[in-house]
């Protein structure tokens, strides 16, 4: 409609070209002023009149085009009021397809995303939660946009911390209390090894040896190792079912471990590297930056050094458009001095394909508990009780709902996902029980609700579909206001992925379901008048879809009932 409006202007003055013309429309403050408006301040100056008399010739040689219902100058702008019919007809054939939002801006690209990705042998974190929830956003969002992705969980499966685990493992652990708790167990003994090492630093040694035999191959060290991988994996496993998060890759630290020899290859040959105490670094100095650690003094690699094999090994692999890193603030450093190191040897494509997507922290309200004050907070027990705690709300408001498990844990994990996209990323995330489960705030029970509410009332009247509508009966502000709102959502999504922000698509989704619940106030669905009642449907039918959809791009699923 903008675009008519466009043209209509551009016919009635040619002074201007459209490019112009579209710069200098704006959009009126109050909706009493039409739903654009056109300055006419900068047409004086060409044509040397006052803007009020051009805005009054412009009004009356454009007055009866269809596409309007009225023209008016208002003093040096001309208001225009779209003819609602055309308007409404317009917005519908837009948002009712069954593709809607879909976009192709990535056709035939990939994007690697790199999210997760938690330490073997430590249990997950709030941490490590929000680099799966954005990174799972984010996922949605680029393949909504057309984009082929790779998710890749970049295990932190390699390092010197596996020295001491065996060490830890030979002396205090044992077979079966490992099988029977876990990661909870391995983490017993790793902090049982630092208490120890304290006090006798040949333990240190003796891990460094471990980890040489890794790197060198050992077998007995090599099982050791493989059999606390899979122990973690087991319990990343069943997080991630909780979540409904998947991967394309699990290839982590320790799939890189004879990809490293290389890079460090090529960046002797390029001149970069340089000998410092018996390491090798990268100097970053002229760039502001510590050095890039490249191999320590015994040879061995490092976190650096597998993440720029990584980093060689994706883009031969998957040819990547971009590839993208989704970790907390505080590897902000690391990041630019793996990017820059990959820079420097030439790969112009550095500056701009690779990307660090950080995030803030999270604490518990009042600031008592943050990830890195050494008070952690475990992503299961977390979702758990989150789920716990529905599951009394609904014993206590609807205890005879259907699949009573299946919606407390839609709307358990929900409420904890919205909560965690819907600000910006890098700002913390609160956690306060009572705000995440209100029903009635911003929260992901208060949209699941409003989704809930559009499925009952189309249960109510039986009618699922409804295809052609009598347009004259859709001219009230509630249901434009709505139909409009939904109408921004391919922007919305190409919004969220330039700015790689899942909160904007959260944001939407809020404000589909506030305006819906307005729409739904307003206007009795189930009335006597067939056609007003199959044209308020289509417009819940239309609502319910897009909540769906925007809830989808954030991970969170719908119960059709609560
Ligand atoms: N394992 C790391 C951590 O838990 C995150 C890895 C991020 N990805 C990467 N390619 N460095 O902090």
Redesign the pocket.
């Known amino acids: 409609m903008k675009n008519t409006i466009i043209n209509l202007i551009h016919q009635g003055v040619n002074e201007l070209d459209i490019e112009t013309i579209e710069g200098l429309l704006e959009i009126p403050p109050k909706e009493d002023m039409g739903d654009f408006a056109f300055p006419c301040f900068q047409l004086a100056k060409i044509l040397k009149k006052a803007p009020n008399m051009i805005a009054a010739d412009i009004a009356e040689k454009i007055g009866d085009a269809k596409e309007v219902s009225k023209v008016v100058a208002m003093g040096p702008y001309v208001n225009f009021y779209l003819n609602k019919e055309i308007y409404v007809n317009n917005l519908l054939e837009q948002v009712s397809s069954n593709t809607f939002g879909d976009l192709e801006v990535g056709k035939g690209k990939t994007i690697c995303i790199?999210?997760s990705?938690?330490?073997v042998a430590k249990k997950f974190h709030v941490?490590?939660l929000r680099?799966t929830l954005i990174g799972n956003s984010l996922y949605h969002i680029f393949e909504k946009m057309g984009y082929k992705v790779e998710r890749i969980n970049?295990?932190?499966d390699w390092g010197t911390q596996f020295g001491k685990l065996i060490v830890a493992y030979k002396k205090w652990g044992s077979r079966e209390a490992v099988e029977e708790n876990g990661i909870a167990e391995l983490m017993k003994i790793y902090v049982k090894f630092h208490e120890e090492a304290e006090k006798d630093d040949t333990l240190n040694d003796e891990a460094r040896a471990w980890f040489l035999k890794m790197e060198q191959g050992n077998e007995e060290a090599l099982e050791i190792w493989e059999w606390f991988k899979e122990i973690s994996l087991i319990e990343y496993h069943r997080i991630y079912d909780i979540l409904g998060v998947g991967f394309d890759s699990f290839a982590?630290?320790s799939f890189y471990r004879d990809k490293t020899g290389a890079v460090v290859e090529e960046l002797t040959q390029k001149g970069l590297l340089v000998e410092s105490d018996g390491a090798n670094i990268v100097p970053l100095d002229d760039y502001d930056m510590a050095p890039c650690l490249i191999t320590k003094k015994d040879g061995s690699s490092i976190?650096a050094t597998?993440?720029l094999a990584?980093i060689f090994y994706r883009k031969n692999t998957y040819n990547f458009d971009k590839c993208i890193?989704?970790?907390?603030l505080e590897?902000k450093l690391?990041?630019a001095q793996v990017f820059k190191v990959v820079e420097l040897m030439g790969y112009e494509w550095a500056k701009e394909n690779l990307i660090h997507v950080p995030y803030g922290l999270v604490s518990l309200e009042g600031g008592k508990l943050s990830t890195r004050s050494g008070n952690i907070i475990y992503a299961e027990d977390i979702l758990n009780e989150s789920v716990n705690k529905i599951k009394e709300v609904i014993e206590e408001k609807n205890p005879d709902i259907k699949d009573k498990d299946d919606v407390a844990h839609k709307v358990g994990i929900g409420a904890i996902i919205f909560n965690d996209l819907y600000n910006q990323r890098i700002k913390d995330v609160i956690f306060n029980w009572d705000k995440i489960h209100s029903f009635d705030g911003e929260t992901g029970p208060y949209v699941q609700y409003t989704y809930a509410r559009a499925a009952s009332v189309l249960r109510k009247t039986g009618i699922n579909q409804v295809e052609d509508i009598d347009i004259s009966c859709i001219t009230d502000e509630a249901s434009l206001t709505l139909l409009k709102d939904i109408a921004r959502f391919p922007s919305v999504i190409e919004n969220a992925a330039n700015r790689l922000e899942p909160s904007v698509v959260a944001r939407f989704v809020m404000s589909v379901a506030q305006n819906f619940n307005h729409f739904y106030h307003e206007n009795q669905c189930n009335v006597e008048d067939e056609k007003l009642k199959l044209a308020r449907i289509k417009i819940v039918i239309i609502a319910k879809n897009t909540i769906k959809e925007g809830l989808r791009l954030l991970g969170i699923q719908c119960p059709e009932q609560m």
């Open positions: 790199d999210y990705s938690p330490n941490g490590h680099t970049h295990l932190g982590g630290e976190y597998r993440d990584a890193y989704v970790t907390g590897q690391h990041f």
